[in-house]
């Protein structure tokens, strides 16, 4: 019987790993490495845990050691890289490495049982790829800013990182797609095995990338990786990346600590999007981690963008990042659309739609072509309000109104998703005329209804989108031309080809000019380069360049964020705002980290951040005054924050860790966190 002591990695919010005996029962039972997965008894539970190293004695009492339950034998081992990688996000974010490691491994695989994952691996011959298309599938020939652009990626030696800066429907899948094609025709040719990460923002940009995928390598294994996945799937998938069958794997962020062997190639599509950023559990930033590991794998790393964030774009002007320029839309004769804006001060619009944009939409109508209309709000009006008294739906358990659903007769909150039925008179005053304030857009979906009884109008959002599907469904409809009149939230603004799409239709955009949050500026703009960047894509029928349009309702038309739109200027838009982030002392010229503290009495929270704050010495790191977030009380708890703000990265990083076991050692009675590169603030 031979024995060895196992250093395993376990999903537990202590900062160590942990020790087990393993005794092999017969003589040539072989013996665990390192990168298998092993289930142990933990407390009182069965739980899975990564072996990180084998050794022959433990600091603890060998007597006391528990022993390992059983080694997942079935399983090939993660590389050693894949480890590398996952100790690199815990120590960056200052978590332990069994929070990284285990979270992000599908559910079934860290079962106590094994059916899942036998049956997965039986099953290994069915995540291949479905049989090619009847249809061969067309291949644009490359323009020339596309082709040095491939050109650059697929014949880069070793690690860089691309900014692929393209202006919307410049083609960038084009150059991803023919990107992925060269750098694995070279690897095979050379005999050896490749695979290719590509990230997207958003779940539902999936289907689209993958049936172009598919379409143009049918003889590759394509497998998606997102949370929506049915867990057999995803098993089968992750599998199907780890064991280096899948060729290419397309996911969103969590993919991007996929166990893939043969990575020769990641790219991050839209690149700035703020859903790369995990906003609970390990807070990472996808695209940051993806450039770690291209780095590690001394490999290409593509970041696409029409709007790169102001982050990248200083690194791409410093000369880190190789910028790559693709200024003119692809498709013949597709033009940028002309930005206008219309300015409410002066435009009336009782309904929330002003006169030249419903004259705009209605000349969409008669020539049967698509519009949408983008308005970040979802719900049918965010406050409900009674003139009488002054009554407002509070959330009595959030410092935040409860938002009026109409056709599901609901007031709800979207912070603590609380529900009430839409009181049928005042709660305070009895008054039986409550107000709905402001508008989102069932409201507006409501006006259209009654402005253009005949047009197919169509809402996308949060709330439409609820069932499994429902969402790439709608989409279909709006690709097969089924719909006249699209309405929606960000959901819509996002990376889809819309081929119908003359105009575009922003409402109330102005909210986001004077938050507090120094981002938001960068987000608006990207936001609304985005969703003007769905309008006129399609080559022009005839020869004719119908030039597609986007019209903007502002208070404030002279601003400088709507002056860069009109002149689809976002260099001069990154320019400025880098001007800005320098001058003030923000990020990218500075470091941050967030400690967050929850608790019922806002005093509780703030006792412990005013306790963290003056723990340790922190030399070069500042750390600002401990303040209630911005939304203080959610469901119940009230939540505080201390900012901390470095000029040297490693700096901040050498005062996190020592600072974090200090904090864990207080043991504090209250839940907290902590985030590095926070984008909320
Ligand atoms: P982006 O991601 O840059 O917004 P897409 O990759 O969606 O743009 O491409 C926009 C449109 O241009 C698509 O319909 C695509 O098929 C088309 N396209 C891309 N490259 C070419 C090309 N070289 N010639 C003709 N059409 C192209
Ligand atoms: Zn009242
Ligand atoms: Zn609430």
Not at 114 to 141: E, G, W
Request: proline residues 6%; aromatic residues 6%; hydrophobic residues 40%.
């Amino acid at each position: 019987m031979s024995h060895r002591i196992l250093s395993i990695a376990l999903d537990a919010p202590l900062d160590t790993e942990f020790d087990y005996l393993w005794v092999g029962d017969e003589p040539d039972t072989p013996e665990p490495v390192a990168g298998q997965f092993a289930l142990v008894p933990f407390g009182r539970r069965e739980v899975l845990g990564l072996i990180v190293a084998v050794k022959n004695d433990s600091d603890l009492d060998a007597g006391k050691l528990r022993q390992v339950i059983a080694i997942r034998r079935q399983l090939p081992p993660v590389a050693p890289d894949w480890i590398a990688l996952c100790r690199f996000a815990a120590d960056y974010y200052q978590r332990p490495l069994g929070e990284v490691a285990l979270p992000c491994l599908p559910k079934s695989l860290r079962s106590e049982k094994t059916v899942a994952l036998d049956r997965a691996l039986k099953k290994r011959s069915l995540a291949k790829t479905d049989p090619a298309p009847d249809q061969p599938v067309s291949r644009p020939v490359l323009n020339d800013a596309q082709q040095q652009a491939v050109d650059a990626v697929a014949d880069a030696q070793g690690f860089h990182t691309h900014l692929l800066f393209g202006v919307t429907g410049s083609g960038k899948t084009e150059v991803y797609l023919h990107a992925a094609e060269r750098v694995l025709q070279r690897e095979i040719a050379a005999g050896r095995q490749a695979q290719v990460l590509m990230l997207v923002p958003e779940i539902n940009l999936t289907p689209q990338l993958e049936a172009s995928v598919r379409a143009r390598f049918p003889q590759l294994n394509v497998v998606t990786l997102h949370s929506q996945l049915a867990e057999g799937e995803r098993l089968r998938h992750w599998i199907a990346a780890h064991l280096g069958d899948a060729d290419i794997v397309l996911g969103t962020r969590l993919s991007v600590l996929a166990s893939m062997p043969q990575l020769k190639l990641i790219i991050v599509d839209e690149e700035h999007d703020p859903s790369y950023k995990q906003q609970e559990g390990l807070r990472y930033s996808a695209r940051d981690l993806a450039i770690w590991r291209a780095h590690q794998q001394q490999i290409p790393v593509v970041l696409g963008s029409a709007t790169p964030s102001v982050e990248s774009w200083q690194h791409a002007d410093s000369g880190r990042y190789r910028r790559l320029n693709l200024t003119q839309r692809a498709a013949q004769n597709a033009q940028l659309p002309r930005v206008g804006l219309i300015n409410m001060e002066v435009s009336k619009a009782p309904d929330g739609l002003s006169p030249p944009l419903i004259d705009a939409l209605r000349a969409r109508l008669e020539r049967q072509e698509q519009s949408l209309l983008f308005l970040n709000r979802r719900g049918y009006a965010p406050v409900m309000h009674c003139d009488a008294c002054g009554w407002i739906s509070n959330c009595r358990r959030c410092t935040a109104f409860m938002v009026l659903h109409k056709p599901e007769r609901r007031l709800r909150c979207h912070h603590c998703s609380l529900e009430l039925r839409i009181p049928v008179s005042c709660p305070t005053c009895g008054n039986v005329d409550l107000q709905p304030l402001g508008r989102g857009t069932q409201r507006v979906e409501e006006y259209l209804q009654t402005l253009f009884p005949q047009a197919r109008v169509l809402r996308i959002d949060a709330d439409s989108t609820r069932r499994k599907g429902s969402a790439q469904a709608a989409f279909d409809t709006v690709h097969r031309g089924e719909v006249d009149i699209l309405l929606g939230t960000q959901m819509v603004a996002k990376g889809h080809d819309f081929q119908r799409l003359t105009l575009v239709g922003v409402i109330n955009p102005d909210t986001a000019l004077f938050s507090q949050d120094y981002r938001a500026g960068e987000r608006l703009f990207a936001q609304l380069m985005q969703v003007s960047g769905r309008a006129g894509r399609a080559a022009a029928q005839d020869g004719q360049a119908t030039r597609a349009e986007v019209l903007i309702q502002t208070r404030y038309p002279q601003h400088p964020l709507y002056r860069a739109l009109l002149a689809h200027d976002y260099e001069g838009f990154a320019r400025s705002t880098l001007e800005e982030r320098r001058s003030a002392g923000l990020p990218p010229f500075m470091f941050q980290a967030l400690l967050r503290a929850e608790a019922r009495q806002l005093q509780v929270a703030l006792d412990f951040l005013t306790q963290a704050r003056t723990l340790l010495d922190h030399d070069g790191v500042v750390i600002n005054d401990p303040v209630p977030m911005t939304i203080t009380r959610v469901a119940g708890v009230e939540r505080a924050q201390l900012l901390l703000e470095s000029a040297s990265r490693p700096q901040l990083q050498a005062f996190l860790k020592p600072w974090m076991h200090a904090l864990r050692e207080l043991k504090p009675r209250l839940r907290w966190s902590l985030e590095v590169d926070p984008v909320d603030i």
